[in-house]
T-cell receptor, first 114, second 113 residues
Framework: DADVTQTPRNRITKTGKRIMLECSQT?????MYWYRQDPGLGLRLIYY???????NKGEISDGYSVSRQAQAKFSLSLESAIPNQTALYFC?????????????FGDGTRLSIL | DQQVKQNSPSLSVQEGRISILNCDYT??????FLWYKKYPAEGPTFLIS?????DKNEDGRFTVFLNKSAKHLSLHIVPSQPGDSAVYFC????????????FGKGTKLSVKP
């Protein structure tokens, strides 16, 4: 089983709909992250959480919200989806502080908003 | 403004030869640099990292070189294998209490048999 699981893997929806992307992990890591990737661009940070009571905005948080339901679960919501939120979304976990702790990624959710 | 730049969108190399992927950065406060490899339909996987106080780190066929004065790092793959064909992302960490990574746009490596 994958250590970092994202559901759904693919989603097509319409403008204005509310969408939730879910991430769960079995690695026991405190830190969790949500990124989006657009074609030809690198990963950009949306939100991150260092523990259950900690939520922080990333570079591109507008239009998104998150919920850290437990150490193992971190959900990303689009309250009212718009077409320019069509992208590949990745969840990641990290063991602790320090740049020498690599982040571990799920396999992504491909989201298309019509 | 991009803090981490990978100026080559793609690179093609013959099997058995060396692959060199380049990355430039602008922020001298980065304390670690990491390389990730990404196959289609999968998430990025960690490959190798280097501390800003080092100039070289080696792991099997993969070596990362850091030139702080030039704010440049490179990933060398020797010898290249067809299974190395993937998108490679350079990432940098600001360290301290943050673990946030800033990613480059990626370089697509194709290793031809």
């Amino acid at each position: 089983d994958a250590d970092v699981t994202q559901t759904p893997r693919n989603r097509i929806t319409k403008t204005g709909k509310r969408i939730m992307l879910e991430c769960s992990q079995t690695k026991g890591h405190d830190r969790m992250y949500w990124y989006r990737q657009d074609p030809g661009l690198g990963l950009r940070l949306i939100y991150y959480s260092f523990d259950v009571k900690d939520i922080n905005k990333g570079e591109i948080s507008d239009g998104y919200s998150v919920s850290r339901q437990a150490q193992a679960k971190f959900s990303l919501s689009l309250e009212s989806a718009i077409p320019n939120q069509t992208a590949l979304y990745f969840c990641a976990t990290q063991a602790g502080t320090g740049g020498n702790q690599p982040q571990h990624f799920g396999d992504g959710t491909r989201l298309s908003i019509l | 403004d991009q803090q981490v730049k990978q100026n080559s969108p793609s690179l093609s190399v013959q099997e058995g030869r060396i692959s060199i992927l380049n990355c430039d950065y602008t922020n001298s406060m980065f304390d670690y640099f990491l390389w990730y490899k990404k196959y289609p339909a999968e998430g990025p996987t960690f490959l190798i990292s280097i501390s800003s106080i080092k100039d070289k780190n080696e792991d099997g066929r993969f070596t990362v070189f850091l030139n702080k004065s030039a704010k440049h790092l490179s990933l060398h793959i020797v010898p290249s294998q067809p299974g190395d064909s993937a998108v490679y992302f350079c990432a940098a960490s600001l360290g301290g209490s943050q673990g946030n990574l800033i990613f480059g746009k990626g370089t697509k490596l194709s290793v031809k048999p």
